[in-house]
């Protein structure tokens, strides 16, 4: 072997070592948060994630340096898997919103238009619990503001389970679609699939996403798609892709002139109908 090979492997195995150390200190970190409760404990919350973001850098940084390596490669997937894995099947802790995802998941199964009534109207009553209906924020004034494709995984989560928990499953699935498509995209541009630790470790998606529930993973699972149809040129596609992510929030729209190629009417056309077709219902 030589010097440089072993020079190589040393390195590699000393930036394996400290991203296993790292990730399991984020663990230990991810399950100690667990014991926060109610508003009084935020500050110290903060101050936690605060430790895990540094934490986060360092191992962004040890990444950024790192040859590509499969054996780092596994490290950066299995520790990402694992931190949600720790928390997913916890209460949400930084927002209720989960609750009203159920709960306008269970107004389609009644057969009822989810953008019609406030769940506190008398014509809901009948679907009212005392899991779910009492922790909807917002409940005696607010219509649910979320687009179509989002109310569609509502819908057909919960005809798997109206729980929390599985809508929290539901929403990692997303992420993990995710991290499969920015990987892909990651290789086509030549660089270490391993970088999908940049998304997968960040302690804000992970208290977000598997901590809170929160369903921003369903536009960024189209979002990555549209990302790589546009990288293979596939303008249907993108479009299509886009308009999906739009159907799932809003914001992705904004998307449009990076995507657009000049003169294409493809893309824009497979956009305009997605998004009708979506709204229709």
């Known amino acids: 072997m030589s010097i440089t090979a072993s020079r190589e492997r ?7 070592v400290l991203l296993a150390v790292i990730g399991s200190i984020l663990l230990i970190l991810y399950r100690i ?8 404990d935020i500050v110290w919350f903060i101050k936690l994630a605060l430790v895990q973001s540094v934490l986060y850098l360092i191992a962004s940084w040890l990444i950024v340096r790192a040859r590509s390596a499969r054996s780092t490669l596994f490290i950066v997937l299995a520790l990402a898997g694992i931190f949600r894995l720790s928390i997913v099947f916890a209460p949400p802790y930084l927002s209720d919103d989960i609750y009203r995802y159920v709960w306008d998941g269970r107004v389609q199964a009644a057969g009822i238009n989810p953008y019609r009534y406030i769940p506190a109207d008398e014509h809901l009553q009948s679907l009212r619990d005392e899991e779910i209906y009492p922790k909807i ?8 503001m979320y687009p179509p494709a989002a109310e ?15 809508m929290k499953l539901t929403i990692v699935g997303f992420e993990l679609i995710t991290v499969w498509l920015l990987m892909e995209l990651l290789a086509s541009f030549g660089m270490p699939r391993q970088r999908i630790s940049i998304y997968a470790w960040h302690p804000l ?3 977000e996403f598997a901590g809170s529930g929160h369903i921003d993973p369903l536009a960024f699972a189209f979002i990555a798609l549209a990302l790589l149809a546009r990288r293979r040129n596939w303008e249907t596609a993108t479009g299509i892709s886009l308009g999906l992510a739009t159907l799932a929030k809003l914001f992705p729209i904004v998307l449009f002139p ?3 190629k000049r003169w294409s009417w493809k893309m824009p056309v497979a956009l305009i109908v997605t998004i009708v077709v979506g709204y229709l219902p």
């Open 10 to 16: 040393k390195t590699l195995t000393v930036t394996n």
């Open 33 to 40: 948060g667990l014991h926060s409760r109610g508003a009084a």
């Open 137 to 144: 924020n917002r409940r005696d004034y607010a219509h649910t």
């Open 152 to 166: 569609a995984t509502y819908f057909l989560t919960t005809r798997i389970s109206e729980s929390v928990t599985w």
């Open 205 to 207: 998606a992970v208290w």
């Open 258 to 260: 990076a995507l657009y």
